[in-house]
């Protein structure tokens, strides 16, 4: 008799490692050279973390041996706690500070300790799938709101608006966004927490990609921005430190703390069933965010990020029937491929014949839960060689695809 998943799973997907990767990987065992444009993670790419970190970490490892406290260190959150004065949020102590095995475990953390069945959370399309699937899995409905293109991808209010009910709890926002690169201004956050404010929702904005920032975007944290409204800040090293795979991220919770005891409490609950967060990864955190911020050399301008990213925008946009929105932010472009010249009716089957075809992997747009066939994300890290590469065989690929 077969072993069946659990029910629990019927809606929850994550197709950024989705069936399209398992391709790939059979590919690169059959001796392929695969041009992999699909995962956001700087190592793999060249792109070391500040050897400060490392150091710090090597040296801390002796006294990393046992589990630490279950919301983490107080040096590591003491300095998280002093990231966001410097960002402009009040209220934030080190108790309202939960470090987590990177912000993948904590927004997981988070729905599950706030969602009973059939609660409504609004996320964003597209968005990162992994804020889908959490509401999915612990048995919560995810409704999405659309970020208008026309607009810099920025979030379209009177969507978000028409889609409160009575049963929405929280409204999750990613800026700067994956898969869009949109940094959001201040009127949009603004237009996002009065809605919060009028409708009673928790604010969950991720803000991973914080330090990524190109030409004259700026980031403003939304909790800088709600001081009345509960709402916890996501973060962590994964992006800015370029360490994913350490593991480390964060929650900040601010607002008024006192209407929400029952939550807390259930968050502290899940957080010492996981006992702590990896503790050598821990470690990394007081140094990063204390430390020379090497991110900086990146994005401005001859850096390589912001190079790379200028460098991928244009060449999509010189594909006939390609047009891509310029990402202000974070290490992907989203562009869209017009209908018109190339009909696509199931990106993912587009997104493997590419593969099949090109060798090289993208993720189609609608694992970021897009609800048209016409997108498909890149990420800006390979270097400036590979992505002429890369982005050349996709024009010549959609010269002649039909499908
Ligand atoms: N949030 C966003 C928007 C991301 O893009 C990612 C990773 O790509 C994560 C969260 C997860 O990051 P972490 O490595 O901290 O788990």
Redesign the pocket.
């Known amino acids: 008799m077969q072993v069946s998943k659990s029910n629990k799973l019927a809606n929850v997907c994550y197709d950024i490692r989705g069936p399209v990767l398992k391709h790939a990987k059979r590919l690169e065992e059959e001796g392929h050279r695969i041009l992999k444009l699909n995962i956001?993670n700087p190592a793999p790419f060249g792109f070391e973390a500040p050897d400060e970190i490392l150091q710090d970490v090597i040296r801390n490892l002796p006294t990393a041996q046992g589990y630490s406290d279950s919301k983490g260190l107080f040096s590591a959150r003491k300095a998280v706690m002093q990231y966001y004065q410097q960002k402009q949020v009040e209220g934030i102590g080190v108790e309202d500070i939960y470090l987590g095995n990177?912000?993948?475990?904590l927004?997981v953390m988070a729905l599950q300790a706030l969602l009973n069945n059939n609660d409504e959370v609004l996320i964003p399309a597209p968005d990162?799938p992994?804020w889908t699937a959490s509401v999915s899995l612990s048995g919560g409905k995810p409704v999405h709101y659309l970020c208008d293109e026309q607009a810099n991808w920025w979030p379209d209010l009177d969507d978000i608006k028409s889609k409160i009910s009575s049963n929405t709890k929280a409204l999750v926002l990613?800026n700067p966004n994956?898969p869009t690169g949109a940094v959001y201004p201040k009127e949009i956050l603004e237009g996002m927490i009065e809605l919060a404010r009028q409708h009673n929702l928790v604010l969950f904005s991720?803000e991973?990609?914080d330090k990524i920032l190109y030409e004259d975007a700026k980031h403003i944290s939304t909790a800088s921005l709600a001081p009345d409204v509960l709402c916890l800040t996501?973060n962590?090293l994964?992006?800015s430190y370029r360490v994913?795979g350490f593991?480390s991220?964060w929650i900040a919770i601010s607002g008024p703390k006192h209407k929400a005891h029952s939550y807390i409490e259930g968050l502290d609950i899940l957080a010492s069933m996981r006992l702590c967060a990896n503790v050598p990864s821990q470690h990394a955190i007081q140094t990063a965010l204390g430390g020379y911020q090497s991110v900086n050399d990146l994005i401005l301008p001859g850096g390589r990020l912001l190079e790379q990213r200028n460098r991928a925008w244009e060449l999509l946009n010189d594909i006939p029937g390609i047009s891509c929105v310029k990402p202000m932010g974070a290490l992907y472009a989203f562009p869209r491929i017009d209908p018109k010249s190339c009909p696509i009716h199931n990106d993912e089957k587009f997104a493997l014949d590419l593969l099949l075809s090109e060798k090289l992997l993208i993720v189609q747009g609608t694992a970021f839960n897009w609800p048209w066939p016409d997108h498909f994300r890149v990420v800006t890290l390979p270097w400036i060689d590979d992505l002429e590469m890369a982005i050349r065989r996709i024009g010549n690929f959609l010269q002649t695809y039909r499908q």
């Open positions: 956001g990177g912000v993948s475990e927004i990162y992994l990613i994956n991720d991973i990609y996501f962590g994964s992006k994913a593991r991220g």
